[in-house]
């Protein structure tokens, strides 16, 4: 059996491998945003939390450095994490889809799950720096226990049978309010949004005169005009486009030595016994943010498997996906080994279409995202390099992604709207996955009481929502003394 043979799914009869390497380039191109963007996700996360177990609002150039560690090691275990989970999936899965460490899941850990670790570790008296250093690894770690879950509940078919006693509106609501959040993060980032005087946000008039904004706004109709145009790279396109004028500029100085050795700084494996024991500590006291990673992680593979499927054609008679179950497998498998490399949760990319529109049916597509992905293992120096007016417009844009799935609500049952309307503004709102997660499940819940309808009501839903409630009530004191 020659390797092609071996890398097509079984209802692919003919292929055409030339078109399958452009297939795979296309897909690497349009995802290799992530490179960029997970590293400053991730690391910016962890600088926050840094600066709150510091107690100030700047870092010396010591903890500047261990920041910037932490971002090569993210920037490691984002190539190790993207390869080995696309690389997966093209010889074990045979589809033409790919993986890396998903948006959302980074943005919940570096926002949420991290800063939430390293208030509870300060509480228990750990001092300052070290605090947000065993809240990084904690949640890193979380994702390698999560990993480990999502094998036995694929294997044993609780995935699946879970997925589907969840409202596919309340999903949906909850991807939407994701999306909207890393929208705003981008915001943010690019210096357009401030906290308000007399308002909770606000827009930063000061950006028209300052340069990162100005860049990050060129920056945005670059990449409006790329995506709009189909593009391929069109995200990748942008950052390196406004990183090279940062750099003219004298705003952004480039790396020394542009290629090195991976440091896998983040990796669990080195003190893992240490870091499950924290794990072990951490869970029961801040379980429900723990729980909103896993939930998190848990609902995203097949829904996207279950789109990608139907428009490469890839579905039985049935209609059901060929090899979800190996797609399921890879989709766990891949983000433990992301885990131990030290990046978040590892999903498979919607960013797939665009190499199945161009002809990609195969894992030949993925085999070459994957070997693509693998290439910039060493250049760790240049991904952690790019600036924030860079990632800032593509982050915006991404929200764009999560917010189009909106028309697939059920706007006229109310009873499902408005809950997935909930977590739609309570996620950016908040500022927290894992609160506008609770609150709209709790709405959920007590909206189907109120009106007669708690039959509706799974039993996997009215489990997540007491979880919830028990947050609500004994954690927000804790996180908050």
Same mark, same amino acid.
């Given at each position: 059996?020659?390797?092609?043979?071996?890398?097509?799914?079984?209802?692919?009869?003919?292929?055409?491998?030339?078109?399958?390497?452009?297939?795979?380039?296309?897909?690497?191109?349009?995802?290799?945003?992530?490179?960029?963007?997970?590293?400053?996700?991730?690391?910016?996360?962890?600088?926050?939390?840094?600066?709150?177990?510091?107690?100030?609002?700047?870092?010396?150039?010591?903890?500047?450095?261990?920041?910037?560690?932490?971002?090569?090691?993210?920037?490691?275990?984002?190539?190790?994490?993207?390869?080995?989970?696309?690389?997966?999936?093209?010889?074990?899965?045979?589809?033409?889809?790919?993986?890396?460490?998903?948006?959302?899941?980074?943005?919940?850990?570096?926002?949420?799950?991290?800063?939430?670790?390293?208030?509870?570790?300060?509480?228990?008296?750990?001092?300052?720096?070290?605090?947000?250093?065993?809240?990084?690894?904690?949640?890193?770690?979380?994702?390698?226990?999560?990993?480990?879950?999502?094998?036995?509940?694929?294997?044993?078919?609780?995935?699946?049978?879970?997925?589907?006693?969840?409202?596919?509106?309340?999903?949906?609501?909850?991807?939407?309010?994701?999306?909207?959040?890393?929208?705003?993060?981008?915001?943010?980032?690019?210096?357009?949004?401030?906290?308000?005087?007399?308002?909770?946000?606000?827009?930063?008039?000061?950006?028209?005169?300052?340069?990162?904004?100005?860049?990050?706004?060129?920056?945005?109709?670059?990449?409006?005009?790329?995506?709009?145009?189909?593009?391929?790279?069109?995200?990748?396109?942008?950052?390196?486009?406004?990183?090279?004028?940062?750099?003219?500029?004298?705003?952004?100085?480039?790396?020394?030595?542009?290629?090195?050795?991976?440091?896998?700084?983040?990796?669990?494996?080195?003190?893992?016994?240490?870091?499950?024991?924290?794990?072990?500590?951490?869970?029961?006291?801040?379980?429900?943010?723990?729980?909103?990673?896993? #939930?998190?992680?848990?609902?995203?593979?097949?829904?996207?498997?279950?789109?990608?499927?139907?428009?490469?054609?890839?579905?039985?008679?049935?209609?059901?996906?060929?090899?979800?179950?190996?797609?399921?497998?890879?989709?766990?498998?891949?983000?433990?080994?992301?885990?131990?490399?030290?990046?978040?949760?590892?999903?498979?990319?919607?960013?797939?279409?665009?190499?199945?529109?161009?002809?990609?049916?195969?894992?030949?597509?993925?085999?070459?995202?994957?070997?693509?992905?693998?290439?910039?293992?060493?250049?760790?120096?240049?991904?952690? #390099?790019?600036?924030?007016?860079?990632?800032?417009?593509?982050?915006?844009?991404?929200?764009?992604?999560?917010?189009?799935?909106?028309?697939?609500?059920?706007?006229?049952?109310?009873?499902?709207?408005?809950?997935?309307?909930?977590?739609?503004?309570?996620?950016?709102?908040?500022?927290?996955?894992?609160?506008?997660?609770?609150?709209?499940?709790?709405?959920?819940?007590?909206?189907?009481?109120?009106?007669?309808?708690?039959?509706?009501?799974?039993?996997?839903?009215?489990?997540?929502?007491?979880?919830?409630?028990?947050?609500?009530?004994?954690?927000?004191?804790?996180?908050?003394?």
């Amino acid at each position: 059996m020659s390797l092609i043979d071996w890398l097509t799914p079984p209802t692919v009869t003919t292929v055409n491998p030339r078109r399958e390497v452009l297939a795979g380039i296309t897909t690497f191109l349009t995802m290799a945003y992530i490179l960029f963007v997970n590293p400053a996700i991730v690391g910016g996360g962890f600088e926050l939390a840094l600066m709150h177990a510091l107690d100030t609002n700047t870092l010396s150039p010591q903890y500047q450095a261990l920041v910037y560690t932490v971002k090569l090691g993210i920037a490691a275990g984002t190539a190790v994490a993207a390869a080995f989970g696309t690389l997966l999936m093209a010889f074990f899965a045979r589809l033409p889809f790919a993986m890396a460490p998903g948006m959302g899941e980074n943005s919940f850990i570096a926002y949420s799950v991290i800063p939430a670790f390293t208030t509870v570790l300060l509480n228990m008296g750990v001092a300052g720096p070290e605090a947000a250093e065993v809240a990084l690894m904690v949640a890193i770690t979380a994702v390698f226990i999560d990993g480990l879950i999502f094998i036995f509940t694929t294997w044993s078919g609780i995935r699946e049978r879970i997925l589907k006693s969840i409202s596919p509106n309340l999903a949906i609501g909850i991807s939407v309010g994701i999306g909207l959040f890393i929208t705003f993060i981008g915001l943010s980032l690019g210096g357009f949004v401030l906290p308000g005087s007399g308002t909770p946000v606000t827009f930063n008039t000061r950006a028209f005169v300052t340069p990162t904004s100005i860049l990050a706004f060129v920056g945005l109709i670059l990449a409006i005009f790329l995506y709009i145009r189909n593009v391929p790279g069109a995200f990748l396109i942008t950052i390196v486009t406004i990183t090279l004028i940062s750099i003219g500029l004298g705003l952004v100085k480039p790396p020394e030595v542009p290629v090195q050795l991976p440091v896998f700084s983040t990796s669990i494996v080195p003190n893992f016994i240490d870091n499950i024991t924290w794990w072990f500590r951490l869970v029961s006291l801040a379980f429900p943010v723990a729980f909103s990673l896993w #939930m998190i992680e848990f609902f995203d593979g097949i829904g996207t498997i279950m789109g990608l499927s139907n428009r490469a054609g890839l579905v039985d008679r049935d209609g059901r996906p060929i090899n979800i179950e190996r797609a399921l497998y890879a989709d766990a498998i891949g983000t433990t080994i992301g885990a131990l490399a030290g990046t978040t949760t590892t999903v498979i990319y919607v960013e797939s279409a665009s190499g199945i529109e161009s002809g990609g049916r195969t894992g030949l597509t993925s085999l070459v995202t994957g070997l693509l992905f693998l290439a910039f293992l060493p250049l760790g120096p240049i991904v952690v #390099m790019i600036p924030d007016c860079a990632t800032a417009p593509v982050l915006i844009l991404v929200g764009l992604m999560f917010v189009s799935l909106i028309p697939k609500i059920n706007f006229n049952d109310l009873t499902e709207a408005i809950p997935a309307f909930v977590a739609m503004i309570s996620i950016p709102l908040t500022y927290s996955i894992a609160t506008g997660i609770g609150l709209a499940f709790i709405t959920y819940t007590l909206t189907k009481l109120v009106t007669g309808r708690f039959r509706e009501i799974s039993v996997t839903t009215l489990i997540i929502t007491l979880v919830f409630v028990l947050y609500f009530v004994a954690m927000v004191p804790m996180l908050n003394p």
